[in-house]
């Protein structure tokens, strides 16, 4: 047997060792408010076996099924972390081919992971827990960058973008150059909170990079698709009484579209303010917490005891609605003023909430 023939057997063998497994405590996870952070980080862990200090151990777990155990848990792993000798591995950057420098594009333990994640974690939540339905995923451009722009709502951990984002996958992961993009808020991807809940890089490695215009221009640039948030921050906090109801639009992407003549595929999706619902934003506690927002509700006193509920929501029942690309039409969009750019993203705003307000009214009519 050649060299060659062993090393793709070896690989192979790697690959089937480390694939993830659904396990009937997973489910049992699934329907346990504080027992999802555990699903999240068993699904990290078992594919990152490299890595000497995970965010949460196995056996740290148990604790998180008791009121007030996640304390516990806190200071077992502070422990833990206090007599590793060797220090956790950090993310190495790769040159990028496009651009020959370090970017957006990271060297993770597992390329194929944000697939494997949507495969084997967030499609089955999207099935069993959220019961997603979409409508015109055809529609999307398959080939080169895209940008998707979607209304945010929930005041609760993004799902929405993760349960569309892995059934992107699904459909068009055969793919090996689609790598999803998901530009977000700074004040969440720096967050000492988050950061510390979730393992090292799980955002970045998931496809998540800050919102900056630096950052987004690297997206296009690679001709990755970008899943994207235009009412930012704001539209997860603007609270559960407004919740069909639009926030400002950012330009960035208006103005990269522009330049790169990018498609523009609007997508809405209906049954996101049930991820927390009759929740109202603190600001006094966001500011204390250092989030853009704190959505309170009836469901948050139970965060006290079990702070581990911080990524659950409710099984609220998720539809998604994709429309027809819009091309910007060809025009010297160098004269353009930053009045104009806001003046053409109002109207994208004003279009989006036009399909909104109809697919409230009719979905089938919309």
């Given at each position: 047997m050649s060299s060659g023939t062993r090393y793709e057997l070896?690989?192979?063998r790697k690959e089937t060792s480390l694939r993830f497994r659904w396990r009937w405590y997973d489910t049992l996870c699934l329907f346990l408010p504080f027992g999802w952070l555990i699903l999240l980080n068993r699904h990290w862990n078992a594919y990152h076996k490299s890595v000497l200090r995970p965010a949460w151990a196995w056996y740290e777990f148990f604790f998180f099924l008791i009121p007030g155990g996640f304390y516990l848990s806190m200071g077992l792993r502070?422990?833990?972390?206090?007599?590793?000798?060797?220090?956790?591995?950090?993310?190495?950057?790769?040159?990028?081919?496009?651009?020959?420098?370090?970017?957006?594009?990271?060297?993770?333990?597992v390329r194929e992971y944000p697939k494997r994640w949507s495969e084997e974690l967030i499609n089955v939540m999207g099935e069993r827990y959220f019961r997603?339905?979409?409508?015109?995923?055809?529609?999307?451009?398959?080939?080169?960058?895209?940008?998707?722009?979607?209304?945010?709502?929930?005041?609760?951990?993004?799902?929405?973008?993760?349960?569309?984002?892995?059934?992107?996958?699904?459909?068009?992961?055969?793919?090996?150059?689609?790598?999803?993009?998901?530009?977000?808020?700074?004040?969440?991807?720096?967050?000492?909170?988050?950061?510390?809940?979730?393992?090292?890089?799980?955002?970045?490695?998931?496809?998540?990079?800050?919102?900056?215009?630096?950052?987004?221009?690297?997206?296009?640039?690679?001709?990755?698709?970008?899943?994207?948030?235009p009412e930012g921050a704001k539209g997860m906090g603007k609270g559960f009484h407004k919740r069909y109801q639009l926030q400002h639009f950012h330009t960035s992407f208006l103005r990269l579209a522009a330049q790169y003549n990018v498609p523009l595929v609007p997508i809405v999706c209906i049954g996101n303010e049930?991820?927390?619902?009759?929740?109202?934003?603190?600001?006094?506690l966001a500011k204390l917490l250092k989030f853009p927002f704190f959505g309170v509700s009836p469901f948050s006193i139970w965060l006290l005891l079990f702070p581990s509920m911080l990524?659950?929501?409710?099984?609220?029942?998720?539809?998604?609605?994709v429309f027809d690309p819009v091309q910007l039409p060809e025009q010297d969009y160098s004269r353009f003023t930053d009045e104009d750019w806001q003046k053409l993203a109002d109207s994208f705003r004003a279009d989006m909430q036009k399909k909104i307000d109809a697919l409230l009214v009719s979905p089938a009519r919309a």
């Open positions: 070896a690989t192979r502070a422990v833990r972390e206090r007599l590793a000798r060797s220090p956790m591995p950090a993310q190495l950057p790769t040159s990028c081919v496009l651009c020959g420098a370090n970017c957006i594009e990271d060297l993770t333990p997603a339905e979409y409508h015109g995923l055809e529609k999307i451009p398959t080939h080169g960058p895209v940008v998707m722009m979607m209304n945010h709502a929930g005041m609760a951990f993004p799902w929405d973008f993760m349960v569309l984002g892995a059934k992107l996958y699904e459909r068009f992961g055969s793919d090996p150059g689609f790598v999803l993009k998901a530009p977000g808020e700074k004040a969440f991807t720096r967050n000492r909170i988050l950061n510390y809940a979730f393992p090292q890089g799980w955002t970045g490695t998931l496809g998540g990079v800050e919102a900056t215009y630096a950052n987004f221009e690297k997206i296009i640039e690679h001709k990755h698709p970008a899943l994207y948030a049930y991820l927390h619902p009759y929740s109202y934003d603190v600001k006094w990524p659950w929501s409710l099984p609220a029942k998720l539809r998604y609605y």
